[in-house]
């Protein structure tokens, strides 16, 4: 055996030790998070007078593709007396510059990222009415925007999240904690509400501030990964994250790539492959439209874009 090939072996080994030490963890740990799903009476029970009464998303960035479109939302829910609930936080121009450079190495099919706006940007003076903030995940194209949103609007939203959400992070959650963590969504008196109140049987989370709003532990993509439930007057909307890129993949239950689920983003995929299914047969009644987080497409069959006018 030459030289460099016993060089080559050793590093190959050594990459193998590296990559499993990060990786073996991270599964173990998404594989920990297997909570029961909610039925849709469950589901709908939330359901309350003094619920939303619209939900809007904001488009504050968008890849196009060949194949697939990849974009990048918030989603505002609203009362009627003004009072708003913001889901997932977008990123800064900057981020979202460098974030969807990130994503063309890994898909050649997207093209240069349009920006379009933050969540600060597109809200202006609205952003005063957001009284609390969720998110989907805390991967770091839904948590970043954060930062500018603390800096413009100061204290006063309550953070709500569940338990695993809080507590459970890898590798590629980790900053995304850290930003929500040290933000200005845990000052003061807003702790209580950091952990949502719920019942524990069905799975659901709710707080008394937000009527008609619910949170559901669904891990499957991210130990953390959480689906926002809003119950309008007329049918319920189910925000699912990154349980897949898009609309299509859940109609056809298409799972990810392998290479993406088991080195990228360490996935529980026999979880996402039930929570496809349990997605799937939920939007194929009247009752509930599935939004998935990164699908311009179906965003906008359901709800409108966000405009201040």
């Not at 994250?241 to 990228?264: C, E, F, P, Q």
Request: aromatic share 6%.
């Amino acid at each position: 055996m030459t030289l460099i090939l016993k060089i080559a072996i050793a590093l190959i080994v050594i990459l193998g030790v590296v990559l499993g030490a990060i990786l073996v963890p991270a599964h173990l740990q998404v594989r920990s998070v297997d909570p029961a799903l909610p039925s849709s009476e469950q589901l709908e029970s939330i359901r309350s007078e003094d619920g939303p009464t619209s939900v809007r998303y904001l488009l504050s960035s968008a890849q196009a593709g060949k194949t697939r479109s990849l974009a990048h939302m918030s989603f505002l829910v609203e009362w009627a007396n003004g009072k708003a609930f913001l889901i997932d936080a977008g990123m800064s121009h900057k981020q979202a510059l460098e974030f969807a450079d990130l994503v063309k190495t890994l898909d050649s099919n997207l093209q240069d990222a349009k920006v379009f706006g933050t969540v600060v940007s597109l809200m202006g003076n609205d952003l005063s009415r957001i009284e609390g903030v969720g998110f989907t995940h805390l991967h770091i194209d839904h948590t970043e925007g954060v930062k500018k949103f603390c800096d413009a609007r100061g204290s006063g939203a309550a953070l709500l999240q569940t338990t695993s959400q809080r507590d459970l992070h890898n590798f590629n959650t980790t900053e995304g904690a850290d930003i929500v963590a040290n933000s200005c969504l845990q000052n003061g008196d807003l702790q209580a509400l950091s952990l949502l109140e719920g019942d524990n049987d069905s799975n659901m989370f709710e707080s008394p501030k937000f009527p008609g709003l619910a949170a559901v532990e669904l891990g499957g993509h991210t130990p953390g990964s959480t689906l926002w439930v809003v119950a309008l007057a007329d049918r319920t909307l189910l925000f699912s994250g990154d349980i897949t890129n898009d609309k299509h993949s859940l109609d056809h239950d298409i799972a990810k790539r392998a290479l993406y689920s088991w080195m990228i983003v360490p996935e529980y995929i026999e979880r996402t492959a039930q929570l496809r299914k349990w997605l799937r047969g939920l939007d194929q009644s009247e009752n509930f439209s599935v939004i998935v987080s990164h699908d311009l497409e179906n965003a906008h069959q359901h709800i409108k874009e966000y405009s201040s006018d």
